[in-house]
């Protein structure tokens, strides 16, 4: 048996590799975001909105998950969905570390107890936070199910994207948003969106457009913005 097939299949080693990915990486997160500047721009719909403290659902790109790191101060009032994959294992344990709460789930394993966290954690009063074009894509495309997660939870959709200076982009579907050291970030929060309880397919198909169309939208706005605006280092 080779070494890479040893080491994942024996659960004691697969156990030791996770918690010690969990501590590298929660402790490197850490250390650069302390180093972020950060610039929000956020719509006046939005600004108001924030400003009452209700539970929202935050609707990020899979790519842009840096950004989610300053959406708001207390993380704790944030429940993420996570895949119950392996790499999910991992990006759970770092995200519970670093202040978030977690509901655990996806479209392709257990999707039903992963939507029922979510649902309880809202009836709780937090906030969600979904990535609309996860787990596998294709790229900016927002899925049906977080327009339903609106319908069920009764919480606004807050569209959100981000964009640092100086960006490493990562291999994969997603174009995995990594910001360099001490380069400022961008966020920009568009209008709440409200989705009715009651749809028909046709409506709810609409409603998943409307958010494809508000997040494109945030996405050229602040390129514009960044190149209009240069910050500095």
């Not at 080779?2 to 156990?15: F, G, M």
């Not at 009063?125 to 990535?131: C, N, T, V, Y």
């Not at 069920?152 to 994969?172: A, D, E, M, R, S």
Request: positive net charge; hydrophobic residues 40%.
């Amino acid at each position: 048996m080779k070494l890479k097939q040893l080491i994942t299949s024996v659960p004691i080693l697969d156990e030791l590799r996770t918690s010690f990915l969990t501590l590298v990486c929660t402790n490197g997160v850490n250390f650069f975001d302390k180093s972020f500047a950060i610039t929000k721009i956020i719509s006046p719909a939005a600004r108001e909105f924030l400003a009452s403290g209700k539970p929202m659902l935050v609707a990020f790109y899979h790519g842009h998950l840096i950004g989610t790191l300053a959406i708001i101060d207390e993380r704790k009032k944030l429940t993420a969905l996570i895949s119950r994959s392996r790499d999910g294992e991992f990006l759970a344990r770092m995200t519970l570390n670093l202040g978030y709460n977690v509901a655990r789930g996806s479209p392709a394993f257990k999707a039903v107890e992963g939507a029922k966290q979510l649902v309880d954690a809202a009836r709780s009063g937090k906030s969600l936070i979904i990535a609309v074009d996860g787990p596998r894509g294709p790229i900016y495309q927002p899925k049906e199910g977080v327009i339903r997660m609106a319908q069920i939870t009764g919480l606004p959709l807050l569209p959100f994207v981000c964009k640092g200076k100086k960006n490493h982009y990562f291999w994969g579907w997603d174009k995995m948003m990594g910001c360099y050291f001490g380069s400022p970030i961008n966020l920009m929060i568009g209008d709440p969106i409200y989705i009715p309880s009651k749809l028909s397919d046709e409506e709810r198909e609409e409603y998943r457009q409307q958010l494809a169309a508000a997040m494109a939208q945030l996405r050229s706005n602040l390129e514009e913005y960044c190149a209009a605006v240069p910050t500095n280092d």
